[in-house]
């Protein structure tokens, strides 16, 4: 019997069994499913901490950017938790000494990697993964390593020893400019940098692929010159990179990126001497400097809102 114009055409909806496994990894792949964004995490703690701390050392900054501009453009999916994972594998040997002890931090850096993501918490701060990872390492310190004698009081928990106790002198009492002014201006390039990368669309509207790619190639430059000030200036574009990671619902403008990249350079000499080989302490910059910005954003409207009425009510007396 000849079919109908109206009747559908059959169609073939059998699938082998042997195709439904490479079809299921390849969905989960696209979908960036939980247990591969874990998985990227482990791999982007240990290939930086290898590359960073192994062989030349070629140190954090660079360690951390290579490798995350290639996962950025690799699988774009997983670059988020990859990042946090980079960001985590730059701690130092003399703040976690032993890769059983990277295996444990980055556990707990998997486990707060699933309440961001779950619960969306800080989604559109400058710094976020940075300052994730930061709070990261501190549990580790704190709860484990500093009580089983692993690491030394002083060496794990130094701000705490400065605060309390006043044993260690860790800001020089005259400072040097030279750095500082340095870091600021790093900084604040940085973050406009990588605003001026993401405007220009495709890939790059990524932030992560964004501040970290304009990063990688300041780093690269920063390197061959041989500066005296390079690895402050690298440490300064890093912290701008973070900044440039910002939502722009948070930060609409250059301006705003700007003004942030600068707040966030001020950190740097404050939180630089105290953890020194932490993970994210650069993100920890960024994110302290966008806080402020909000607050201060905030306050400004606050005062605005309140005066206004109060003008209109001069008027009409």
Request: glycine residues 10%; hydrophobic residues 50%.
């Amino acid at each position: 019997m000849d079919l109908h114009n109206d009747d559908l055409l059959p169609v073939a909806t059998t699938v082998r069994k042997r195709d439904l496994l490479p079809r299921k990894l390849k969905a989960c792949l696209a979908d960036g499913h939980w247990i591969l964004q874990c998985l990227s995490l482990w791999i982007g703690a240990f290939l930086t901490h290898l590359y960073s701390n192994d062989g030349k050392k070629v140190g954090g900054n660079l360690a951390q950017a290579t490798l995350v501009t290639l996962c950025c453009h690799l699988a774009p999916q997983l670059s988020a938790p990859f990042a946090m994972g980079a960001y985590i594998g730059v701690v130092s040997d003399e703040i976690l000494p032993g890769n059983q002890w990277l295996c444990l931090l980055c556990l707990v850096g998997t486990c707060f990697w699933r309440l961001m993501s779950h619960f969306k918490l800080l989604v559109g701060f400058s710094g976020r993964l940075g300052f994730a990872a930061f709070v990261s390492c501190h549990i580790t310190q704190v709860a484990i390593l500093i009580p089983a004698d692993v690491v030394h009081y002083q060496k794990g928990s130094l701000l705490s020893d400065v605060l309390f106790f006043g044993k260690a002198q860790v800001w020089d009492p005259t400072p040097r400019w030279q750095p500082i002014f340095t870091g600021l201006v790093a900084a604040t390039y940085g973050a406009v940098q990588s605003k001026f990368l993401r405007d220009l669309g495709g890939s790059l509207e990524n932030p992560i692929t964004a501040a970290t790619s304009g990063a990688l190639l300041c780093f690269i430059v920063l390197t061959v010159t041989g500066w005296s000030y390079a690895e402050v200036a690298m440490n300064g574009i890093a912290v701008g990179s973070f900044v440039g990671m910002a939502s722009l619902e948070l930060l609409p403008t250059t301006w705003s990126f700007a003004l942030v990249g600068l707040l966030a350079g001020c950190f740097i000499p404050l939180l630089e001497p105290v953890w020194q080989g932490w993970s994210g302490k650069q993100g920890t910059c960024a994110f302290l400097g966008c806080c402020v910005f909000l607050a201060a954003r905030r306050l400004c409207r606050w005062i605005r809102s309140w005066c206004r009425p109060a003008s209109k009510d001069q008027q009409n007396v």
